[in-house]
């Protein structure tokens, strides 16, 4: 592994935990530049600067993205970097669908720094790394299998748009956010719902969060 080039962003928002994960990282990799993100806005605004990253370090639950929102927003718009989940959530159905949704590796918030530093420096020499006791080997569930597969067709706007929808936003306070027009949202919407098989965006919310864990919030307005 050549480390003199490596850059990773650590996007979590709790400050002590990305310190002790820069002190991990620095210690398998000290010529790395390594940069930090307390939100899932500051992560995209990063990587919109400058998407060439070797590796990002992603909580799930961190502010603008819940469940694998996040996840599925970062392997559309940047399928060729890796993406290592490290939650507090650690359990094997959560792991499963992080790999399902694309993450090069699961570690657990709850590991110490030794396996910390031999995960990440795993999935930087090309694997993937998640807990040895896991058990991937339960049945899935076809109704998760059918929403997982629907959703990853989705492209990056269009998981963007969801992810509004899931925090309550209007199409015009959407279309505010993102710099285009009303009409584009409504077009992004009905491509949504398309895709994900429902009639309504309040559907569409509620298939989200049952892929997400029921992170996603369900407060979606009532509009066309």
């Not at 991990?24 to 605004?45: H, N, Q, R, W, Y």
């Not at 936003?169 to 993102?178: D, R």
């Amino acid at each position: 592994m050549t480390t003199a080039l490596t850059r990773l962003v650590i996007a979590d928002d709790h400050p002590l935990f990305r310190d002790a994960l820069r002190q991990t990282v620095s210690s398998v990799a000290p010529a790395a530049k390594i940069e930090e993100a307390g939100s899932f806005d500051d992560l995209t605004a990063l990587l919109e600067q400058d998407g060439d990253v070797d590796l990002i370090l992603l909580d799930l639950t961190m502010p603008g993205t819940s469940g694998f929102s996040g996840l599925i927003y970062l392997r559309a718009q940047y399928p060729a970097v890796p993406v290592v989940v490290v939650s507090a959530s650690d359990d094997g159905a959560t792991i499963r669908r992080s790999l399902d949704f694309g993450a090069s590796g699961f570690i657990p918030k709850r590991f110490g720094v030794e396996t910390l530093r031999d995960a990440i420096l795993k999935v930087l020499d090309g694997n993937v790394w998640v807990p040895p006791d896991t058990d991937l080997s339960a049945a899935t569930d076809p109704e998760m299998t059918r929403l997982r597969d629907r959703l990853v067709t989705l492209t990056p706007q269009q998981v963007r748009v969801l992810m509004m929808l899931s925090e309550g936003l209007l199409n015009k306070q959407i279309a505010y956010e993102l710099g285009v027009s009303e009409a584009t949202i409504k077009a992004h919407v009905s491509a949504i719902l398309q895709k994900l098989g429902v009639e309504s965006r309040t559907q569409a919310v509620i298939a989200a969060a049952k892929i997400a864990g029921s992170q996603w919030r369900q407060t979606t307005p009532m509009e066309p």
